[in-house]
């Protein structure tokens, strides 16, 4: 059985190997520690990659060039060790960063844009979209099903829990859940421990 695995492996690096000019090609940069799996749909031309950034199965990471007639110049920058589980689903019409060392669980969605209802005359599919950005920090860990909206910073060492939507920004080193998503715990420097806090992050053990 190890046998076996260590072959499929040392298959999978070759084929890595084998790949990599055509995806080097492909994409706005990557490096050849990047393990890609077999994705949903991609636009690679977006996609800037660090080392080491594992992308897992089904992935749509999109970067939208057009909508409605309008062009947007999308950049998806994925930085060093980031890891992203099955089923992201990643469109960006504008700009969508996540720093190095930053863990994506499965099934979790991040835009940057928007689809305005404002008029009732317009199926909301086609009316303009609005453009913002996502900056996800390092060190972060993302966990399944989490939804992150346009317009939202979230800090450095941030955990959001499963099912959580994020409306707006996160500071650095917090806890988050729900929806929308509160903080619920931040690191505390003077003690040195985690501590729970109410949603504006203010401790309260
Ligand atoms: C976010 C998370 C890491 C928090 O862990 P934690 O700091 O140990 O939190 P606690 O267990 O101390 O819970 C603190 C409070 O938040 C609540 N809570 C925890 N996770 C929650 C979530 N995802 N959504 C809503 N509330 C949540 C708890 O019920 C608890 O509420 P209470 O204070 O009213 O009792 C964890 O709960 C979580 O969501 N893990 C996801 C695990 C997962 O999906 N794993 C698979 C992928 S690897």
């Known amino acids: 059985m190890n046998l076996l695995l260590k072959i499929i492996n040392k298959k999978g690096t070759i084929i ?41 199965f089904n992935a749509r990471i999109q970067g939208i060039k057009e909508y409605n007639g309008v062009t947007f110049s999308p950049r998806i920058i994925l930085g060093d060790d980031v890891s992203i589980q099955q089923n992201i689903h990643l469109t960006c ?15 979790v969605t991040i835009t940057d844009i928007h689809h305005p209802y404002t008029d009732i005359n317009v199926p909301i599919e086609k009316q303009n979209i609005e453009v913002g950005t996502v900056y996800i920090g390092e060190d972060c860990k993302i966990y399944n099903n989490a939804v992150i909206l346009p317009n ?5 060492h ?27 715990k931040r690191y505390d420097f003077d003690t040195q421990t985690w501590r729970k806090t109410n949603s504006e992050g203010k401790f309260i053990d």
């Open 16 to 56: 890595r190997y084998l790949y990599y000019p055509w995806r080097k090609y492909r994409y706005r940069s990557i490096s050849l520690s990047c393990v890609i799996s077999c994705t949903n749909s991609i636009t690679p031309e977006y996609v800037e990659c660090g080392e080491r950034v594992y992308i897992g």
């Open 93 to 107: 019409a504008n700009s969508v960063i996540v720093e190095k060392n930053t863990a994506i669980a499965a099934n």
């Open 158 to 184: 941030v955990t959001i829990g499963a099912n959580s939507v994020v409306t707006r920004d996160i500071p650095d080193y917090c806890v988050v859940v729900g929806i929308p998503a509160k903080i619920i």
């Open 152 to 156: 939202v910073v979230i800090g450095k």
